[in-house]
């Protein structure tokens, strides 16, 4: 069994990989990214918008969410759970153009309207995860620390976060990999990105505008997701590791 799903899954890849070739020969040969050669000081602008807009963002909803994620974990403050929980899940379910448009009316039109929308959408992910990680953490492993004399803020920063760092990084890349393409939609608030070039593409029926901004977003999305890939690997001690592969062997 184990070895016909490693065949599927390597049949899956080769198939990926050879759409994937056929594409990008397709889209050379018909000159779909020749706007980047043309303009490569207005590509770099764009893209360092795009990029600036979703770090931005990304950095503001880490820094709220995960320590939001660890109050609502303690046993003092869990009553409070679905109240924060239900405020960010009502934040993602408004559509992403309705948050962009009410960012820009209290903010007026600029980097900031769309700084504010994306981090909106940033917040449940990395809140939903943060906590998962921090509930999946063995109760007797707390147990065993708090016997050896650890306070609660040692048990939380040497027990607890190693364990959920897994869960925390995985949320953190998912928000990250979303606001990616959600940030296309920042040129509709006057914020710049590659948006841009994608919806000139589209008003002037002109697929190098479209191509040469869609492309590099899915380029982008797809570094960031490997990037905090290697994260996850490089963060979490090897004994973690071993020992949650272990579990769900």
Do not use: C
């Amino acid at each position: 069994m184990e070895r016909t799903n490693k065949t599927i899954a390597l049949i899956i890849k080769v198939v990926f990989w050879a759409l994937l070739i056929a594409f990008f020969v397709w889209a050379f040969t018909n000159n779909m990214f020749s706007k980047i050669a043309e303009q490569p000081d207005t590509f770099l602008r764009l893209l360092g918008e795009h990029v600036t807009i979703v770090l931005l963002s990304g950095a503001a909803a880490v820094l709220l969410a995960v320590p939001l994620g660890i109050f609502v974990t303690r046993p003092k403050f869990r009553k409070s759970e679905w109240l924060i929980v239900g405020i960010a899940n009502l934040g993602q379910t408004i559509p992403s153009l309705a948050v962009l448009a009410l960012a820009m009316g209290f903010l007026g039109i600029g980097i900031s309207a769309a700084v504010v929308a994306l981090f909106v959408y940033s917040l449940l992910p990395i809140l939903q995860n943060t906590i998962a990680g921090l509930d999946s953490v063995n109760d007797d492993m707390i147990d065993a620390a708090k016997g050896m004399g650890l306070t609660n803020a040692q048990i939380l920063w040497k027990i607890e976060l190693p364990n959920a760092l897994t869960s925390i990084i995985a949320g953190v890349r998912t928000a990250l990999v979303i606001n990616i393409g959600t940030a296309a939609l920042a040129y509709l608030v006057g914020a710049g990105g590659l948006g841009v070039w994608i919806f000139t593409g589209i008003r002037l029926f002109d697929n190098a505008f479209l191509m040469s901004g869609a492309v590099p977003v899915t380029l982008l999305a797809i570094l960031i997701d490997y990037l905090f890939k290697w994260l996850q690997f490089a963060l979490v001690p090897k004994g973690l590791r071993l020992a949650k592969k272990a579990q769900n062997a």
